[in-house]
Nanobody, 120 residues
Framework: QVQLVESGGGLAQTGGSLRLSCAASGNTFSINNMGWYRQTPGKQRELVAGFNRATNNIKYADFAKGRFTISRDNTKNTLDLQMNSLKPEDTAVYFC?????????????WGQGTLVTVSS
């Protein structure tokens, strides 16, 4: 099975930057898609940026375009999210998510979440 551990959340000022990292372990070869999501109280979890491992296609939410960059390191099995020009509305719990196929069964895994707080 795949396990995810996130790191890098914290407090930033408006206009500042933070970098989140998600380390995957286990059967990482079974992962097809990887991404970062976020959630605020009372709202649904939403995609921030996603990466397709087979096609190298990257998708960003409109609010992330031009400010956030998703990247991966295959040697370390990590998925990073560089967040620049942060705004108070970026305050949320950020989750790493992966999905794929293992033993002919589809799976998804979520990280534990890391809190990002942007002060005005």
């Amino acid at each position: 099975q795949v396990q995810l551990v996130e790191s890098g959340g914290g407090l930033a000022q408006t206009g500042g930057s933070l970098r989140l990292s998600c380390a995957a372990s286990g059967n990482t070869f079974s992962i097809n898609n990887m991404g970062w999501y976020r959630q605020t109280p009372g709202k649904q979890r939403e995609l921030v940026a996603g990466f397709n491992r087979a096609t190298n296609n990257i998708k960003y939410a409109d609010f992330a375009k031009g400010r956030f960059t998703i990247s991966r390191d295959n040697t370390k099995n990590t998925l990073d999210l560089q967040m620049n020009s942060l705004k108070p509305e970026d305050t949320a719990v950020y989750f790493c998510r992966v999905e794929g196929w293992e033993l002919l069964s589809w799976f998804e895994r979520w990280g534990q979440g890391t809190l990002v707080t942007v002060s005005s």
